[in-house]
């Protein structure tokens, strides 16, 4: 393994002062699951590792009335284990709970998932529909709060500035009727990368009529991507035939993958529309259990 500058500071201004000030490049470590291997791999060569784990507040999940916060250095693990995160949100904790293996789920954090910026990362589909933002620290003590959506520009790029970094989510709780699902599809039984995955959240009126939802796909674009028509094919109409094939038509169309070694575009695309259309079915389901 090559040389590397390590620290590990107790602060947020401590850490945003160290990465701000770093000359070459500098990168956060949560997890590692990401970054370690990368590094051992020689995919990349950081002049300086700041280890966020020792900071107040980065590693643990609390609940405030409208929302919950977890720190951006929380391992899936510990969101699987938070019934009420669970209760509240089984999509989001479902795609936390197929990042890797058990020992992977014990370091891999949210925060890494969405800043190694794979079109593929399982837990960013379900956070972005649940509508959940992240805290930026940044220098001179500055905090930003952005949407999921706003971080990752492509793969293994975010939009964050030099010196910040995410210090933790805010994941609303749910209406009443409102639920979610995530579903993702692999070549194998498990630890592989999506060939496509799929976030649905839905909100559902005492009719079983959907007032609101968010179709998110992940690893069929170089980002997530938010599919409004997906949406606007569920608002407005219980989970018919011809809801589902106008949700599974739009998932289609937003499809703009790559061909590799898991999938054409063509097998691609047409997986994202079952897939949407088995998550949005589950959704509605969870939804309409919580009258
Ligand atoms: C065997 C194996 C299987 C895997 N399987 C899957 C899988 O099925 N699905 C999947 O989605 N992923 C998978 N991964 C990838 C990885 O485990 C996840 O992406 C994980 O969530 C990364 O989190 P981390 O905390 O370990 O990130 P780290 O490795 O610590 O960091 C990853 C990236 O995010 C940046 N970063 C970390 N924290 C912050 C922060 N607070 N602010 C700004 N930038 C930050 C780092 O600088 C780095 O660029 C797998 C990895 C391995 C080794």
């Known amino acids: 393994m090559p040389r590397v500058n390590y620290a590990a500071p107790s602060t947020v201004d401590e850490a945003v002062s160290i990465l701000a000030g770093a000359a070459g490049l500098a990168k956060v470590l949560s997890g590692g699951t990401d970054l370690l291997v990368q590094l051992r791999s020689g995919r990349l060569r950081p002049d300086l590792i700041v280890d966020t784990k020792r900071i107040p507040g980065l590693i643990g999940i609390r609940e405030d009335a409208d929302k919950f916060v977890i720190g951006a250095a929380t391992p899936g693990a510990m969101m699987s284990d938070h019934k009420a995160l669970e209760h509240a949100w089984p999509g989001i904790v479902e795609g936390v709970d197929l990042i890797g293996s058990t020992q992977i789920q014990g370091r891999a954090s949210l925060a890494g998932n969405l800043c190694n910026a794979s079109p593929a990362a399982d837990s960013v589909p379900a956070v972005i529909a649940a509508r959940a933002t992240c805290v930026l620290a940044g220098p001179g003590g500055s905090r930003r709060t952005v ?3 706003a971080i990752c520009t492509g793969p293994g790029r975010t939009s964050l500035a030099k010196g910040e970094f995410i210090v933790e989510f805010h994941i609303p709780k749910p209406k009443s009727r409102q639920s ?8 194998r039984t498990e630890m592989d990368i999506a060939v496509v995955g799929c976030g649905v959240n839905v909100t559902l009126d005492a009719a079983g009529t959907c007032t609101d939802a968010r179709v998110i796909l992940g690893a069929v674009a170089p980002t ?7 949406a606007k094919a569920l608002i407005g109409h219980k989970l018919d035939a011809p809801t589902l094939a106008a949700l599974d038509a739009a998932a289609q169309a937003a499809c703009k993958p790559i061909t590799d070694k898991r999938g054409t575009i063509e097998y691609r695309t047409k997986v994202a529309g079952v897939l949407a259309r088995r998550a949005a079915a589950i959704a509605f389901e969870r939804a309409a259990a919580r009258a």
């Open 224 to 230: 997530a991507v938010i599919v409004d028509d997906a």
């Open 147 to 149: 949407p999921v959506e």
């Open 180 to 187: 979610d699902a995530y579903l993702r599809f692999i070549p």
